[in-house]
């Protein structure tokens, strides 16, 4: 990255110095009136030793550093996200900081992701695939480090902004998709029931389904937990039904890779014995045979929305909206055909 500055003290620092807590810190910059005159002055004086800035009285320069904190850094979706966030943050001067959401198991002294954050005296924060606790936000509110969430788990406070994409629409075209040609025992392999993405997905297949004139058997819909062995079990079920399905919608390539695993198990070839159609278009999606039909979503352009948001946020810009939607795409290759 370029752009030069003084490193800025972290506020793990001023609160060593002054003797006190990160938080009495954070409440005494964001100036709330429950800390002592007495305590007040000790963080002052830390501060001004520290030669420490305070956020608000001008832009927060370039150089500055933010983190991406990621629910794990395991396979292509975290990858492609880091990636466009990377190329975001080069272009506005900016530092990452990459790292995991460990949450502190009670007592055991260990800092969890927002101590680390507000220890490093980052800027900004974005979380991919965390689902932030309330205490957690306002311990960052505190602190005055505003948060973008990517792919939220559930409906953010109104006050966090969060990057998503348009997944009830991603999820009509895939099933509009298989019902084209022909296919009408559709099944649906998705995330956790309680996931916010999961919940629109079943929703834009299910509307997909009632367009065509057609119910949905509960058999045919099954959760897994993204990653290709739950793709493998839920559809190695499905293909055990008295009456399988001709076609699978399954939200996650992971699981559809695992899923082409079930249908060999099963000596079914895809796509002539049963359809596939993935979600995401991960590099995978390209490399499996046959290559797998899937709805794009735009991981790179995530992660730099993401980027450009916080940006904005650090410099006081008003953000039109609190609920950003990328589109969706379709990508149709060779694991889908017409019913034969």
Known sequence: ???????????????????????????????????????????????????????????????????????????????????????????????????????????????????RVLER????????????????????????????VIDPLSDPPPDVVSVGTTNWAGAYEATTHLLERGHRRIALVTGPSDHL??????????????????????????????????????????????????????CSDHMAIGGYEAAAGAGLRVPADVSVVGFDDLPEARWVSPALTTVRQPLKEMGGSALRTLVRLLNGEDIESPRIELATTLVVRDSTAPLG
């Not at 830390?46 to 983190?67: I, K, M, Q, S």
């Not at 629910?71 to 080069?90: C, K, N, Q, R, T």
């Not at 389904?209 to 099954?222: C, F, K, Q």
Request: proline share 6%; charged share 20%; glycine share 10%.
């Open 197 to 250: 993405y999961a919940r629109a997905r079943i929703a834009g297949y299910h509307s997909a389904m009632a367009a065509a004139g057609l119910g949905v058997p509960p058999e045919l819909i099954r959760h897994g937990t993204y990653d290709r062995a739950s793709g493998t079990e839920q559809v190695r079920a499905l293909l055990q039904l008295s009456e399988p399905p001709t076609a699978l919608f399954i």
């Open 1 to 115: 990255m370029t752009g030069t500055s003084t490193r800025r003290p972290t506020l793990a620092q001023i609160a060593e110095t002054a003797g006190v807590s990160i938080s009495t810190v954070s409440k005494v910059l964001n100036g709330r009136d429950d800390v002592s005159r007495d305590t007040r002055a000790k963080v002052d004086s830390a501060l001004r030793r520290h030669r420490y800035v305070r956020r608000g009285t001008a832009l927060v320069p370039e150089g500055r550093t933010v983190d991406l904190v990621l629910s794990g850094l395991d396979g292509s979706w975290p990858a492609s996200v880091a990636s466009g966030m990377e190329a975001a943050a080069y272009e506005a001067k900016v530092h990452v900081v990459i790292s995991v959401a460990r949450t502190a198991s009670s007592g055991d002294g260990r800092p969890d992701w927002v101590d």
């Open 121 to 148: 005296g980052t800027a900004g924060v974005v979380l991919g695939l965390v689902e932030p606790a309330p205490g957690q936000l306002a311990r960052l509110r505190e602190a005055g480090v505003p948060c973008v």
